[in-house]
C-alpha cells in the first residue's frame, strides 16, 4: 500500500518521468579520451556528451552552479556523486565537469 501512495505522490509532484525512464550508465556508451568522448557503438547518440568549465558558485544537494565566463549553469551531480568521481564540491572551486545533455539539463558524470 505505501508503494502505491508514493507513486500517487510521485506524478503529482511531477516525478513520473523520472520514475519511468531507466537511469543512463555513461560507461555503458563510451569513454573519455583526452577529454574527448568516443562512443563504442553500444548506445544511440541521444545524449550530448561535453565537458563544462567553470567555478562553483552554489552548491544545493545534488545541483551545483558554475560560473563561466559568460553565464552560469546548473549542473546535477548525481551520476556523479553516486560513482563516488567529484572531489569536494564547494564554493570558490574551479573545476572541471564531465557528462552529457538531456533534454536541456547537464549531468555530471564525473567532476576534477
Not at 574527448?36 to 545534488?62: F, M, Q, R
Request: overall charge negative; some cysteine.
Amino acid at each position: 500500500m505505501k508503494i502505491i501512495y508514493a507513486l500517487l505522490i510521485a506524478v503529482a509532484c511531477g516525478f513520473a518521468p523520472a520514475l519511468a525512464q531507466p537511469p543512463y550508465v555513461d560507461t555503458a556508451c563510451g569513454s573519455w579520451v583526452n577529454d574527448e568522448w568516443v562512443p563504442n557503438g553500444n548506445c544511440s547518440e541521444a545524449y550530448k556528451h561535453d565537458t563544462l568549465t567553470g567555478t562553483i558558485i552554489i552548491v544545493k544537494g545534488h545541483l551545483v552552479t558554475l560560473q563561466q565566463a559568460a553565464r552560469t549553469v546548473v549542473i546535477d551531480d548525481q551520476p556523479a556523486l553516486d560513482l563516488k568521481q567529484t572531489g569536494k564540491v564547494a564554493v570558490g572551486r574551479v573545476v572541471v565537469a564531465y557528462g552529457y545533455w538531456s533534454d536541456a539539463n547537464f549531468y555530471a558524470t564525473a567532476i576534477y
